[in-house]
């Protein structure tokens, strides 16, 4: 095995951990000393406050400002990357959710403006998706997804319908064959066909007495609506199965279309793609879980009540439920910003963004086709998957210029997903992005397109400049640095 050497040698990366930059008597903030009055003297020696580092707040405000300049964001540009809706996050919604830090969640009284909100987000979400109930609280989509199919399974427990298969278009997301298979189901492959519709004729051929579910991601994972939803809903009802769907994507059809109104008996949402809530580092997100009127007794608890004894209360129990999914309230201040998000926009602004997303994308694929390899015309929504082909023919792959899009300032797209695509470029750019910023965007891929025919090794050295350069993705798989002292050896 080859010496571990650090992956870069980038002086920034070396950034101090705040403890290194501690020093005696560099307090920015003086914390009262109850202990020192006497006030608690039976609170064991134990409970002392910790040994937290001494440091300035000016030094503080530079440690971090230095570390989130060895990052990229949605505030620092296009962040294209398809699938993951990273759209602007309104400051508002920081700004209110802030409010409730204080709120103790055992505080009846003080939960109760809580409460009411969330019963209004939780009526805007079934009004906007056509269901009847849902439950606010898996804390992200995949949680949502587990959710759903657990709320499924119990269904057909308890109706002793005991089957095993839950079908998965190739087009949908990755996230959905690992959720089924966790809830307990087998996961089935059902290949869409050459334009990425899933055919009704297709699905037909794969149902029996064995399959509880479809899962299907609409739009799918090309950018696609699936045009014979409906058909696809009534063959699954007549086979006595269920129509899961993955609403992730719905920031390309709310206010538009309602999955309700097209079969779907169990979905989930993602708060932190669709309703501009925060991705942060792969959370905390929310998942919400929506279903019709038949699965509503089986999701999990607690339940919001309106009329309970104190005013608005929680249920804990409920007879058919499948249990707790997380602790109390969710990932409370996820769902709040989502709200804020709602209210701000109204009906018509929800309606306005998805058409902005879907203009957006359909922009830039209009630009960019001319360059890259678009493998599915098929008309898109909000997202649309391009191609390496072309470029690849002067050795320059996906990869490549995915990392010179960082010198440009761009996040890069998506890379090497959906599978049906091979060398995948998915790009996402949402309805937040200006039209000068989707041209930035676009005159970038141009120019990466040209390099690849005149200086393609200059893309397989790709991104300069950037506090980690290009690294060796093998070696770096091989001899993993997964610690602070691992990086800093000399510490
Ligand atoms: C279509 C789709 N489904 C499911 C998920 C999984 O969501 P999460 O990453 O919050 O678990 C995503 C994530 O972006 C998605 O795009």
């Not at 620092?76 to 602007?88: A, E, I, V, W």
């Not at 008996?265 to 019709?292: A, I, Q, R, Y």
Request: aromatic share 6%; hydrophobic share 40%.
């Amino acid at each position: 095995m080859p010496d571990p050497t650090p992956v870069t040698s980038c002086p920034m990366v070396r950034e101090p951990l705040l403890s290194e930059l501690s020093g005696p008597g560099r307090n920015g903030l003086t914390v009262p000393r109850p202990f020192a009055a006497g006030r608690c003297a039976d609170i064991p020696a134990a409970l002392n406050p910790p040994a937290l580092p001494e440091i300035s707040e000016v030094e503080t405000v530079r440690h971090y400002t230095r570390l989130s300049r060895l990052n990229t964001g949605i505030d620092q540009g296009m962040y294209p990357l398809g699938s993951c809706t990273m759209k602007y996050n309104p400051r508002i919604g920081e700004e209110i959710a802030s409010r409730i830090a204080d709120i103790h969640p055992a505080d009846e009284a003080a939960l109760q403006p809580v409460l009411a909100w969330l019963l209004d987000l939780k009526a805007t979400l079934e009004d906007l998706c056509g269901m009847d109930d849902s439950c606010l609280w898996p804390a992200a989509g995949a949680h949502g997804e587990l959710t759903g199919m657990l709320v499924i399974r119990e269904a057909l427990r308890r109706r002793g319908d005991d089957r095993h298969k839950v079908l998965i278009p190739d087009t949908a997301h990755g996230t959905n064959s690992a959720s089924c298979t966790i809830a307990g189901f087998t996961s089935v492959n059902v290949p869409s066909g050459p334009d990425g519709f899933l055919k009704a004729a297709d699905l037909e051929r794969h149902l029996d007495g064995d399959v509880a579910a479809l899962m299907i991601t609409n739009p799918n994972t090309l950018g696609i609506f699936e045009q014979e939803i409906d058909r696809i809903a009534s063959l699954l009802h007549a086979n006595g199965s269920f129509l899961y769907m993955d609403g992730a994507n719905m920031n390309a059809i709310m206010g538009i279309a309602r999955p309700g109104d097209m079969g779907v008996d169990c979905m989930h949402l993602n708060l932190h793609k669709t309703f501009g809530t925060p991705h942060g580092g792969g959370g905390p997100g929310s998942g919400p879980v929506l279903v019709k009127r038949g699965l509503a007794p089986y999701l999990p608890d607690p339940r919001i009540v309106r009329n309970a004894p104190g005013g608005i209360g929680l249920v804990a129990r409920s007879p058919e439920s499948i249990g707790m999914v997380h602790s109390c309230l969710g990932n409370v201040a996820v769902l709040l910003k989502a709200f804020v998000y709602c209210l701000s926009l109204g009906p018509d602004g929800l309606r306005e963004a998805s058409i902005r997303a879907c203009l957006n994308a359909n922009y830039l694929k209009e630009r960019l086709k001319k360059v890259f390899d678009l493998p599915y015309p098929t008309p898109t929504l909000h997202e649309f998957v391009l191609s390496d082909r072309v470029q690849k023919v002067a050795g320059v792959t996906t990869v490549d210029m995915a990392k010179a899009l960082m010198e440009y300032g761009f996040h890069p797209p998506t890379v090497y997903f959906p599978l049906v695509v091979p060398g995948a470029i998915m790009i996402e750019p949402t309805e937040s992005e200006p039209v000068g910023e989707l041209a930035r965007f676009a005159d970038a891929m141009g120019d990466i397109a040209s390099r690849a025919e005149t200086s393609p090794d200059l893309l397989h050295a790709a991104p300069r400049g950037t506090p980690v350069e290009r690294i060796d993705e093998v070696w770096a798989a091989r001899n993993l640095v997964l610690t602070w002292n691992d990086l800093n050896p000399s510490r």
